[in-house]
């Protein structure tokens, strides 16, 4: 399997095809309506086998947020069945990433979700770092304010929503950072462009809590895991905006971006701009974690 991986096996709606055959039609629902809603997993190379991370639970997220947007995803089993033949199939020797996509395939016109036919798909791509580099992230707080759970709720990862995040992530890019941090329509915290954030302040990590319209991440989940075992507290609560530029340590999460430290928010640096001690903590076990290095994690694991 080659990085380009055009010709990787795809699953689209019953069929196994050449990613690069995998085609829809230009009217599309979802295309020009954004009626979709999406996961990304992540699978790491042991040396024999590649492990997927949360599987299950990945899955569990995209049945939920697909009845919640009025789509009809196919059950978790079956889900779950088609991601492992895909690394099956393709047989990776590296680090992957997947992507299910559930949307609606139908070809009318109007943005209307009742009544229109769902497709799904699956595909995947190799995938190592997300950000370039080990260094820390520069970031900014973006101009953008997140989506609100009463316009389109970021909790549903729905596909037309991350407008809003390449709106931020495209002017943080284009301004030198790194990454974006959203604040809410109500000026607090809320999360990256496609991470959660954490902050370590007096000895507690504190995150936006599951009402300040974050993605409820599943490695969010984790982290919360992670540091229970390391005697850490994690508070949930709504965060302010000049909380980030005092916090001790900054650190974002996601698939994509495991776990990766924020070296500096609105040119204010954070800490000595080093990767703090807690913030190494966490991803060495994450890292031991999620290559199996960790009996107690086995179970975030299904081995292909
Ligand atoms: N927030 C957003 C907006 C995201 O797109 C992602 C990536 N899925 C995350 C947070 C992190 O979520 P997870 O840990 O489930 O990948």
Not at 147 to 156: A, E, F, G, K, Q
Not at 173 to 197: K, W
Request: some cysteine; overall charge neutral.
């Amino acid at each position: 399997m080659t990085d380009s991986a055009n010709n990787t096996l795809a699953y689209l709606n019953g069929v196994w095809k050449p990613l690069s055959e995998c085609v829809v039609p230009i009217n599309t629902h979802a295309l020009q309506y954004g009626t979709g809603c999406f996961e990304g997993i992540r699978g790491y190379w042991d040396g024999q086998r590649v492990n997927l991370l949360f599987l299950r639970e990945h899955f569990q997220r995209l049945a939920r947020n697909a009845s919640l947007l009025l789509m009809q995803a196919p059950s978790v089993d079956e889900m779950c069945a088609i991601a492992t033949e895909a690394v099956r199939t393709n047989a990776p020797k590296g680090n992957i990433y997947l992507r299910p996509v559930v949307y609606k395939k139908g070809t009318t016109l109007g943005p209307v979700l009742a009544n229109v036919p769902d497709g799904y798909m699956c595909y995947l791509q190799m995938l190592d770092s997300y950000f370039t580099g080990e260094r820390g992230l520069n970031v900014c707080v973006s101009s953008w304010r997140r989506l609100s759970d009463n316009s389109i709720p970021t909790r549903t990862k729905a596909t037309g929503g991350y407008l809003n995040s390449a709106l931020a992530k495209s002017e943080a890019l284009l301004n030198g950072y790194d990454e974006a941090i959203f604040l809410n329509d109500r000026g607090q915290v809320c999360e990256g462009s496609a991470e959660n954030i954490f902050l370590l302040r007096d000895g507690a990590l504190h995150t936006p809590d599951r009402t300040a319209d974050i993605l409820e991440g599943i490695t969010r989940h984790g982290i919360f895991e992670l540091a229970k075992e390391l005697g850490i507290a994690v508070i949930e609560r709504p965060v302010a905006r000049t909380e980030l530029y005092i916090a001790d340590e900054v650190f974002l999460v996601g698939t994509g971006c495991q776990v990766t430290y924020v070296r500096s928010i609105d040119k204010r640096v954070i800490g000595d701009g080093n990767r703090g001690p807690l913030t190494a903590r966490l991803q060495q076990a994450y890292e031991d974690a999620v290559y199996g290095r960790n009996p107690a994690y086995r179970g975030w694991l299904t081995p292909v």
